[in-house]
Structure formats: structure tokens, C-alpha cells
């Protein structure tokens, strides 16, 4: 036990003296010209050649922001490489240190450069004045360099943040596509219209804005009928049925429901207003909602498609049932009264009752609709057990991943986190999606079964399934096969189904690995 910390061997990993054999990495956000694909490679290519360096591999993240590793699968795969040992290399070249990254943490890049240290890969910034041979003033040359880059991200935001402003004081539009019954307008410098914009075009030229109009009659006429119904006592989770029934499509392509029409009624589009920084997201971290008194508003900036006296009529009710000044015991009473009087409870049902606040009211005061109901003696007769079980199988499908990262050099250990599960990379361009199947009774069959359902993005590669047993609490098996054999809509399997149409299945996780390494190899 005495020795049970110590360190057995604190050498590095002797670099590999006149290997000719390098590596690239190249990278390139969209800011500036001269850090293009072609000037990195030109540049590259010059410094490797006057160093007498053969370059073999190359390693590209194009129109990418360097501020974090996760959306860069570039510099994913090179030290993947570095780490699995297949990298047959023993230098990577990069034009420079931004081009490395621009982490607000230093120590991050510096961790990434280590990794590769670490297994006798030298990493070279062929642009800069400095050697990176380790010595003391290099260590400092390349801190401060990191500081700069993070420092000049920091400053590109601010800067792109106060054109944008600007921008939208002057009532153009800044972000993505506009609402339901909104389009874009693309004019000039001196006002003359040059077309709508269709879903996905962008402006070419600098010069050149974009205003939101109004979209098409029919769709103008929807959203008057949404704020008249509401405003007349329906809810939205009834008026987005309706809108379904009557086969009226929207502009996201998907059914109506209770956010979209939500987020119609508090879209001031709708009187004219354009609004900026409603929501922020600074240097990639978690977006937050803005107070109101930072948003940017610009009235006036188109013609209006609701009254505004209908719209305020509107704020209000959402007002007066976001800040409803009940108490708990309020709230529970009047849901306790709604429970008698209906003999059964919903979301649906509580949002169209009237006097009733909404039901995120009492998510947010009670953690969820289940204890709430729960605090009234009330048991709904649909089994949410699989509720409280999500957490656990979400922990399932990260530990099976890091086992197969662990195992498989070619996966990339970044899990694409799903509502179905995860999903991995390959270097293929293949994925490993992984899936968890709940058990639960046939009612007609009075046997066990499991319900196999597809990913709503369709990526090509192998699906894993893991089926839990008959408490749901740990994996029964492991199914392997691939995404076509998984229907597009979900499919019932009972223990008869499975053995007949799924034959790669094992009792545990190695066996799977075993298995996966063989049809990756392949």
C-alpha cells in the first residue's frame, strides 16, 4: 500500500529523431481570407519541404469555430490517431496557434498539445517566429499567443454583437428563417429590392440587408384566427389540434403543437416589432433567456398582422397564468377541484380548463405534473414508471459507449447524445447507434415484449439495442445489426421475434465488442 501512488515511470516518450513522415492539421472559421484551406496547405507545404518533412496525413475542421473540441472532428480524429497509436507520424504541422484553437481556457490547448507530446508526436506552428522545442521562452511564447486568441474571439464577439444591434435599430433582419407566416426580403444598399430569400438561401453580398415581410394571405389569416381563438378562451394546445384536423401545415414542416403556437403568440413580428438578443449564447456556452430590458427592439420594421390590441389582449392572459399569485395549497386546490369535477387529470385538460393556471405552473412549483397529482391522492391509470427510469438508462448507454471507445481505436469517443439513446462516430463516416429497449407485458400475448424504434435522424451504420429485462433494471441482451433492419416505424418484438429475426445476439457487453471489432474490420 505504501507504494500504491507511485509514479512508475516519469519520462516522456522519446520523439522520433529525422522521421520524415508528418501530419497536417489545418482548420478554418469563417472570419478571415487568409486563414483559407489553400493558404494553410500552401504554407504547410513550403515549411515541410524547406524541413525536408514528407506529409502523409491530413487532419481538416472547415467552417468550424476553434472555441470547442466537441463540433471539431478534425483534431477529434488526429488525436485518436496520436492516442490509439495508429498514427504513423511523428510531427503535425499547423499554420499557427489559433489555428489550433481558440479556447477561453489556455490550458485546454495546451492539454490537447500535450496529448500528443505525450506519444512522442511533436506539434510545429509554422507561422510563428518562436521554436516550439520546449524551452522556457517557447512556454511563454505560446501562453501568450493563446491568451491573444481567446482574447480575439472575445473581441470578434463584441464586435459582431454591436453590428448586429445596429443593424436591428435600423429595423433589418438579423438570424436564421422567420416565423409562420413571415418571409424575408433581400434589398440593396440603396433600398431596391433584390427577391425574397427562400428557406436556407443566404445573402451573398456585405452591402446587402434583409427585412421580413408578410408572408401569404392564407397563412396571415391562420395566424389572426390563432390570437382571436385564444383570446376567446381556447387554449393552445386545443387550437394546435385544430389546426392539425384541418391539415394546415406550418413553416418548421412538423405537426402543430403547444410550444409552436406559444411561441406565435409572443412573437412580436406579428405588430411590426423586429427584436434582437432575446436569447444569447456568448462564445458557445449555454444559451440563457435575456431579460427584457436587454432586448433589442426596433418597432414599427414591417406591417403589422395582428392588432395590437388583440396582441396585448394576448400577453396579458400569458401573463396573468405565468405570474399567478397562488400559493401551493391554492394551486393544489384548484386542482383538486378540476380532478372532481372531470374524474380524470391532463396536461391538455388543465391547460383548457378555465381558472386553472397552465400546467407548467405547476411543473415549476412541484417538479413535475406526477408529484403534484400525487400531492392531491390522485394516480393516473397510464404506467410513467419510465419516467423516473430515464436517468438510468441514459447512464446505460454512456458506460456501454466508453466501453466500445475504450476497446474500438476507430470510434470516436464523443457520444452524440439522442432522445432514442446515443450515437457514435466511426472514421468511416459510419455510425454506432446505440438504443435501449424497455420490457413490458403483452396484453393480448400475456407474454414480454420490446419495442424497437428507429432514431429520428436516420444515420447509416450499425444499431445496438439493449434490451432490459423484466424488471428494467439491467440489460437482458445485446442486439447488433444494422439500421435497416430496424423498421421506420416502431416494431413490437416478443423473445420469439427476436431469436427468429435478430441472430447477433449476446449476453454481454465484451461479447458485443468482439463482435463490433470484426464488422468494423471488415
Given at each position: 500500500m505504501g507504494t500504491a501512488l507511485t509514479v512508475q515511470s516519469?519520462?516522456?516518450?522519446?520523439?522520433?529523431?529525422?522521421?520524415?513522415?508528418?501530419?497536417?492539421?489545418?482548420?478554418?472559421?469563417?472570419?478571415?481570407?487568409?486563414?483559407?484551406?489553400?493558404?494553410?496547405?500552401?504554407?504547410?507545404?513550403?515549411?515541410?519541404?524547406?524541413?525536408?518533412?514528407?506529409?502523409?496525413?491530413?487532419?481538416?475542421?472547415?467552417?468550424?469555430?476553434?472555441?470547442?473540441?466537441?463540433?471539431?472532428?478534425?483534431?477529434?480524429?488526429?488525436?485518436?490517431?496520436?492516442?490509439?497509436?495508429?498514427?504513423?507520424?511523428?510531427?503535425?504541422?499547423?499554420?499557427?496557434?489559433?489555428?489550433?484553437?481558440?479556447?477561453?481556457?489556455?490550458?485546454?490547448?495546451?492539454?490537447?498539445?500535450?496529448?500528443?507530446k505525450l506519444a512522442g508526436v511533436k506539434v510545429i506552428y509554422c507561422a510563428e517566429i518562436f521554436e516550439n522545442d520546449g524551452s522556457p521562452m517557447s512556454g511563454l511564447w505560446k501562453s501568450m499567443k493563446r491568451l491573444m486568441a481567446a482574447e480575439d474571439s472575445r473581441d470578434k464577439s463584441a464586435k459582431v454583437f454591436a453590428g448586429h444591434s445596429r443593424i436591428v435599430g435600423l429595423g433589418y433582419r438579423v438570424g436564421g428563417r422567420p416565423g409562420f407566416a413571415l418571409r424575408r426580403e433581400l434589398v440593396d444598399a440603396a433600398g431596391k429590392s433584390r427577391g425574397f430569400l427562400q428557406p436556407g438561401e443566404q445573402k451573398a453580398l456585405h452591402t446587402d440587408r434583409v427585412l421580413l415581410r408578410a408572408g401569404s394571405p392564407d397563412e396571415i389569416a391562420v395566424v389572426r384566427w390563432i390570437f382571436e381563438s385564444f383570446v376567446g378562451g381556447r387554449g393552445e394546445t386545443d387550437i394546435a389540434r385544430d389546426l392539425n384536423a384541418r391539415g394546415i401545415s406550418n413553416h418548421r414542416g412538423v405537426p402543430w403543437s403547444l410550444q409552436l403556437i406559444g411561441r406565435i403568440l409572443r412573437n412580436e413580428n406579428y405588430i411590426g416589432n423586429t427584436i434582437y438578443y432575446r436569447t444569447s449564447s456568448y462564445l458557445r456556452q449555454p444559451r440563457v433567456i435575456n431579460d427584457k430590458a436587454k432586448w433589442i427592439r426596433k418597432e414599427g420594421a414591417l406591417e403589422p398582422i395582428v392588432a395590437r390590441n388583440v396582441f396585448d389582449d394576448a400577453q396579458q392572459i400569458i401573463e396573468r397564468r405565468v405570474r399567478q399569485p397562488l400559493s401551493s395549497d391554492m394551486l393544489l386546490k384548484k386542482l383538486r377541484v378540476l380532478q372532481l369535477r372531470l374524474g380524470t387529470l391532463s396536461a391538455d385538460a388543465i391547460n383548457r380548463a378555465k381558472g386553472i393556471p397552465c400546467a407548467s405552473i405547476y411543473e415549476r412549483r412541484f417538479g413535475s405534473l406526477r408529484k403534484a397529482y400525487a400531492l392531491i391522492g390522485f394516480?393516473?391509470?397510464?404506467?410513467?414508471?419510465?419516467?423516473?427510469?430515464?436517468?438510468?438508462?441514459?447512464?446505460?448507454?454512456?458506460?456501454?459507449?466508453?466501453?466500445?471507445?475504450?476497446?474500438?481505436?476507430?470510434?470516436?469517443?464523443?457520444?452524440?447524445?439522442?432522445?432514442?439513446?446515443?450515437?457514435l462516430a466511426v472514421k468511416d463516416g459510419s455510425f454506432i447507434s446505440l438504443r435501449v429497449a424497455r420490457s413490458w407485458r403483452h396484453p393480448q400475448r400475456h407474454c414480454q415484449a420490446w419495442t424497437l424504434r428507429r432514431s429520428s435522424k436516420q444515420r447509416p451504420g450499425i444499431v445496438v439495442v439493449i434490451r432490459l429485462d423484466d424488471c428494467n433494471k439491467e440489460a437482458l441482451d445485446y442486439i447488433l445489426t444494422s439500421r435497416d433492419r430496424i423498421p421506420e416505424r416502431p416494431l413490437i418484438v416478443t423473445e420469439g421475434l427476436a431469436r427468429k429475426r435478430y441472430r447477433n445476439r449476446f449476453r454481454r457487453s465484451t461479447d458485443l465488442i468482439r463482435a463490433l471489432k470484426r464488422r468494423l474490420s471488415r
Open positions: 516519469a519520462k516522456l516518450p522519446r520523439r522520433r529523431e529525422h522521421e520524415p513522415r508528418a501530419a497536417q492539421y489545418i482548420r478554418m472559421s469563417t472570419d478571415r481570407q487568409q486563414y483559407s484551406i489553400a493558404n494553410q496547405m500552401a504554407l504547410i507545404a513550403s515549411y515541410a519541404a524547406e524541413h525536408q518533412l514528407q506529409i502523409v496525413r491530413t487532419y481538416i475542421d472547415e467552417g468550424i469555430s476553434g472555441l470547442r473540441i466537441n463540433n471539431r472532428p478534425g483534431l477529434i480524429d488526429l488525436l485518436n490517431d496520436v492516442q490509439s497509436g495508429a498514427a504513423d507520424f511523428a510531427t503535425v504541422l499547423v499554420r499557427d496557434v489559433s489555428r489550433w484553437g481558440r479556447f477561453q481556457d489556455p490550458d485546454e490547448s495546451a492539454y490537447y498539445e500535450f496529448i500528443c394516480a393516473p391509470a397510464a404506467d410513467y414508471s419510465y419516467i423516473d427510469t430515464r436517468g438510468d438508462r441514459v447512464s446505460m448507454v454512456q458506460q456501454l459507449a466508453a466501453e466500445i471507445v475504450a476497446s474500438v481505436p476507430s470510434v470516436s469517443p464523443a457520444l452524440i447524445a439522442e432522445r432514442t439513446g446515443g450515437c
